[in-house]
């Protein structure tokens, strides 16, 4: 599996939620193309995204921050994880251990983080 590129928008003190399908594409000599699902059930997640080297957000599956359900990988960005940050975009990747300890960089990109104009009183919508 090569890393693929895939950009994420977020958005400054609000909850975000991300859902990607995980499969893997196979090419057959006669050039046709099939995906399979990925199991990575019993894997670790680690996500980081780093804007620069003070502001790195760290979301794990240790946290609950990154769920897999079948090969829906679920990644949620809190808004505590975001209040406050000056940055508009930020590297990330994906890291995955599997349980004999071999260490993916499955995807990675940007993270676009919009600011709101308008900010929140006491923290709520």
Same mark, same amino acid.
């Given at each position: ?44 997640? +680690?996500?980081? *995204?780093?804007? $620069?080297?003070?502001? /790195?957000i760290k979301?794990?599956? %240790? &946290?609950? +921050?990154?769920? *897999?359900?079948? $090969?829906?990988?679920? /990644?949620?960005?809190?808004?505590? %994880? &975001? ?43």
């Open positions: 599996m090569s890393k693929e590129i895939l950009n994420l928008k977020a958005q400054r003190n609000a909850d975000c939620e991300y859902q990607i399908e995980v499969v893997e594409v196979f090419k057959s000599a006669a050039g046709t193309t099939t995906e399979e699902p990925v199991n990575w059930s019993d894997c670790r997640f +680690d996500l980081h *995204i780093k804007a $620069n080297k003070h502001d /790195i979301l794990s599956s %240790k &946290t609950g +921050d990154i769920s *897999i359900i079948g $090969n829906v990988l679920t /990644i949620k960005l809190s808004r505590d %994880k &975001t209040r406050g940050a000056t940055w508009r975009t930020a590297d990330y990747d994906l890291q995955v251990t599997t349980l004999d300890g071999k260490i993916k960089y499955p995807f990675g990109g940007i993270v676009e983080l919009e600011h709101n104009i308008t900010e929140t009183t006491g923290g709520t919508r």
